[in-house]
Every structure is written in C-alpha cells, then in structure tokens.
T-cell receptor, first 115, second 114 residues
C-alpha cells in the first residue's frame, strides 16, 4: 500500500517558467517531508525538506509547500532551468525517533525543461 | 565527489554466485541504510543500521545479508539471488537520532542477476 503518491509521472515545462510538482500522502503520522532529485545513473540528491510545523520552506529557486489538512505537498521551481531536467521524488517519514531516516518514497515525476 | 561511495557501480552475477556490495560514507554520520529501486517501483527501504546495530529489516529475504563493521562502512552480501532481484541498490547515511531524518544517498550499484 503506497503511502506517498506522485500522480504525475511526467511534467514538461519551458525554460524560465515555473515547475510545480505535486505529492499526496495518506499516513497522518508523517511529519517530515523531503524532495530528492535524480539524474540517470546517479543516486538521488537531497533538495529541500519541510517539517509539519511549517507550511512553507524556501531555498533559492526551490520552495516546498505543505498542506497538512489536505495531506498534500508541492515543490515549486522558479525559474526552471535545463539542468533541472531530472526525476523528482517526494519522500516522507513519521515523527518518532525510530522512524528517522526510514523514508517512504513516491514513484517520482520526470521533469523535462525545454528551451 | 559524493560523501557516500558505493562499489561496484555495476555488477552482473549468476544465481549461484556470492558477491558483495560495499558502501562507505565520509560524512561523519551514525546511521546507514540500504534502499532498493526496482524498475517502475518506488525506492524501498531494506535495512537500517544505527551506531553499527541493525534496527530495521524490512522483511528482506535472507539471500540479502547486511553487515556494518563500523559507522562508516556498510556491506550487502548477496547469495543465490533471483533474476527479479535485479535492481539499483542504494546506500545512504544520516546523522541518526535527532536531526537524522535527512538521508544522503550514494551513486548506487546496478545489479543484474542472470
């Protein structure tokens, strides 16, 4: 039973525009959320995270929004650049100490940024 | 250079072979993990080690045997695997304990079982 879902397998966006990636979760015990980026033949690279006490976290061109009541988070990339073309994974974990590091991942969204 | 190094990057093995995947982290972390990514499936947690002690075995078959001799090194010993075990095996590490929720991955080891 998949607890983290990324319902859009792919997203195409023009360079300079905004990329919006969505993620939904079902486990109300999740309280820490992360986004990872993965290029082919490489391991996932940590991008940005957010804890449940916040509803927004920003780091440069990347902003993550969390809507706890809807069990939904999104990643905004502004402006999108060709180097952002990759697969993006949403991940979540529960708040108990023995859950730290045990992440549940979504299936990923392939982002293609076109010139 | 990544803080988590995995070798080999690619491995082809027969079903009767014994091989090992190696992982080393240079980040001063205390927790290490094995994750698996099969084709068209999300990443799945396999094992967790905290301060060299195994704290999680996510119902992984015994043909996968992890070993963590110290907080910087992690191995995955492979024995009598099946073709469906072909996947990308990712090692990761984190601080462990408070603040240990963000994990950092290695480049992965691509395993093909023939």
């Amino acid at each position: 039973d998949q607890q983290v879902k990324q319902n859009s397998p792919s997203l195409s966006v023009q360079e300079g525009r905004i990329s919006i990636l969505n993620c939904d979760y079902t486990n109300s015990m999740f309280d820490y959320f992360l986004w990872y980026k993965k290029y082919p033949a490489e391991g996932p690279t940590f991008l940005i995270s957010i804890s449940s006490i916040k509803d927004k976290n920003e780091d440069g061109r990347f902003t993550v929004f969390l809507n706890k009541s809807a069990k939904h988070l999104s990643l905004h990339i502004v402006p999108s650049q060709p180097g952002d073309s990759a697969v993006y994974f949403c991940a979540a974990s529960e708040g108990t100490p023995d859950s730290w590091g045990k992440l549940q991942f979504g299936a990923g969204t392939q982002v293609v940024v076109t010139p | 250079e990544t803080g988590v190094t995995q070798t080999p990057r690619h491995l082809v093995m027969g079903m009767t072979n014994k091989k090992s995947l190696k992982c080393e982290q240079h980040l001063g972390h205390n927790a290490m993990y094995w994750y698996k990514q099969s084709a068209k499936k999300p990443l799945e947690l396999m094992f967790v080690y905290n301060f060299k002690e195994q704290t999680e075995n996510n119902s992984v078959p015994s043909r996968f045997s992890p070993e963590c001799p110290n907080s910087s090194h992690l191995f995955l010993h492979l024995h009598t695997l099946q073709p469906e075990d072909s996947a990308l095996y990712l090692c990761a590490s984190s601080h462990g304990g408070a603040g240990g929720n963000t994990i950092y991955f290695g480049e992965g080891s691509w395993l093909t079982v023939v």
